[in-house]
């Protein structure tokens, strides 16, 4: 690890801790939802052995790591170009690809500890049992992070200011909020709304979240989730790679 | 004395947006064919209104921008080729003075240092532009002076050989401006080649020992501030404001008028007599022309302006 990278996945972190409004929907909002419909009788999903919130709770926390990179990174990509941070760091000899990977990096590993501590609440106040395994977890988490965050930079390139980059964020993002399998199984959507949601990655990281958390699932029981959300991610890093460049 | 930069017809344009093309003009050109060189050790300044091609030629020689053609040379590097060894080698202040607003003076100053694999010496960074006491402080808490102190004291982490500043105190209240001066001074008498751009003529006069005037993309004049006054030919401007229109031959009785600038209500004379302050009064009394604000005032860069444009300088 360089200095400079260093410093940078620094930068990031400390960024992310530091910003109270963006605490609220990092940690407070998807809490509030998680413990909101895990109280509310919303009644026995999938027959009698889980309950509802057992049901959320992998669904939350893809929820959470999406938003991250589509709604988090892409805005604080957009304020940063906006004020000429973007091009003060251009006037250094900065190595863009250091500083995209540490972007990347830094917020990945947010998106685990929002997992833990989503986790820790399902467990203290809703009887979630920690008897998964961690290893597929962070793979599955780290996975998807890096789709969206991904999506979040192309984003942010597309879009110069808040209002242009609010329209697409929303266009993206709720979609994959409500079609996502995060709520409710795609199957109960009707034929066409479960087509679409057959093809996005956020169904396939809450579908593997919850083999893992419901069924302590190993990474050789992911099959298709696994090898949709590695297509996804390579796809997207693909174009990333071929066109996002940082400009001021 | 030692060249160290050296811009050779430089040109820039841009593609203009559809709705803006009028009479088959495709493109705009911000710059237009300028040169200049840059001495080592002195205090260079483009001035120029907003518009003027400044900033562009500026981020050009940074690395920031290309041109569209012409050549650019810092210390002996082609700008194209050569771009991030110059960005090793030059310092940069933009003109906007954000950063991450919740980093602290001491954090962004590492981070700056490491992205030119350095370590920071933070405290004789901050002492020397006199915030040692706000290390800690996130940058949301400075003061606009604060921050552009602070801005001058990141673009040193490198000990650039070359230090630029894009209008360094366009907003700044006049103490804040004093300051920042006195700054560029200090750093420019450390050895340190400053190149700045302003639309303050004052600032050019103060700081600079050579000062280019730009307008419209070119380069008008270019020597030290003092040699561009003396060369103009009239010594004394007069102004007032009438809302009468007076033509040029109203002053014909007076030779020492030499010059006659009407931008209704205000008339601007230059005189190359003193004296003739009398009688363009005495003039003005007889024929029972009402005028105010009378205002008398001898050459400076703004009248170098003038006379290289045939426009009033507006900040």
């Known amino acids: 690890m360089t200095r400079s990278f260093n410093q940078l996945f620094l930068m990031n972190l400390r960024l992310v801790y530091r910003n109270r409004g963006g605490l609220f929907f990092t940690l407070v909002m998807p809490t509030i939802i998680f413990i909101a419909l895990s109280i509310l009788p919303i009644g026995r999903v999938l027959g009698e052995t889980i309950s509802y919130s057992d049901y959320l709770l992998p669904g939350i926390i893809a929820m959470t790591v999406m938003q991250g990179g589509i709604y988090g990174l892409a805005y604080w990509m957009v304020d940063m170009k906006s004020r000429g941070v973007i091009k003060r760091f251009l006037v250094t000899p900065i190595k863009q690809p250091e500083l995209i990977i540490s972007l990347l990096a830094s917020r990945a590993l947010v998106s685990v500890a929002q997992a833990v501590f989503l986790t820790l609440v399902a467990a203290t106040f809703f009887g979630f049992a920690l008897s998964f395994q961690l290893l597929p977890a962070v793979v599955i988490i780290l996975l998807g992070s890096g789709i969206f965050l991904m999506v979040g930079l192309l984003i942010s390139m597309i879009a110069d200011s808040y209002e242009a980059a609010a329209p697409i964020t929303a266009a993206i993002g709720l979609p994959l909020t409500f079609l996502g399998n995060i709520f409710f199984p795609v199957s109960s959507l009707p034929g066409f709304l479960e087509k679409v949601a057959n093809v996005l990655p956020i169904t396939y990281m809450a579908d593997a979240l919850r083999i893992i958390f419901l069924e302590s699932g190993s990474l050789m029981d992911l099959g298709k989730d696994l090898g949709v959300l590695l297509a996804w991610f390579v796809v997207i890093m693909v174009i990333v790679l071929w066109k996002f460049r940082l400009k001021d | ?315």
């Open chain 2, 1 to 315: 004395m030692n060249t160290v930069i050296v811009v050779k017809n430089l040109t820039r344009s841009y593609a203009l947006p559809k709705q803006d093309q009028k009479d088959g003009h495709k493109t705009f050109q911000a710059v237009k064919g300028t040169s200049f060189e840059v001495f080592e050790g002195e205090v260079f300044g483009i001035l120029g209104p907003n518009g003027a091609g400044k900033t562009t030629t500026l981020e050009i020689i940074e690395g920031l921008n290309k041109q569209t053609s012409g050549q650019v040379t810092v210390l002996g590097l082609d700008n194209i080729t050569h771009r991030d060894e110059i960005k090793k080698r030059i310092g940069v202040q933009l003109q906007s003075s954000e950063y991450m607003n919740l980093m602290t003076l001491e954090e962004l100053l590492k981070l700056f240092a490491s992205l030119y694999g350095l370590d920071a010496d933070v405290d004789e960074l901050l002492g020397f532009v006199n915030l040692q006491s706000k290390k800690y402080s996130l940058v949301k808490d400075l003061s606009g002076g604060q921050k552009q102190r602070f801005t001058l004291a990141s673009a040193l982490v490198n000990k650039p050989q070359i230090l630029f500043l894009d209008e360094p105190t366009t907003g700044l209240d006049p103490r804040a401006r004093r300051d920042v001066w006195e700054l560029v001074k200090k750093i420019n008498s450390q050895g340190t080649t400053v190149v700045l751009t302003t639309h303050y003529m004052e600032e050019a006069e103060y700081l600079c020992e050579r000062v280019a005037i730009m307008d419209n993309g070119t380069i008008l004049a270019i020597d030290a501030p003092k040699k561009l006054i003396d060369d103009l030919s009239h010594t004394t401007q007069i102004s007032f404001l009438t809302n009468d229109n007076l033509s040029e031959d109203f002053w014909k009785e007076i030779p020492a008028v030499e010059k006659v600038f009407n931008y209704h209500p205000k008339v601007v004379l230059e005189i190359t007599d003193l004296e003739a302050v009398g009688d363009v009064v005495r003039k003005l009394k007889s024929e029972k022309i009402h005028f105010s604000g009378l205002n008398l005032k001898t050459a400076s860069l703004e009248d170098v302006y003038l006379d290289l444009t045939g426009k009033i300088f507006e900040d």
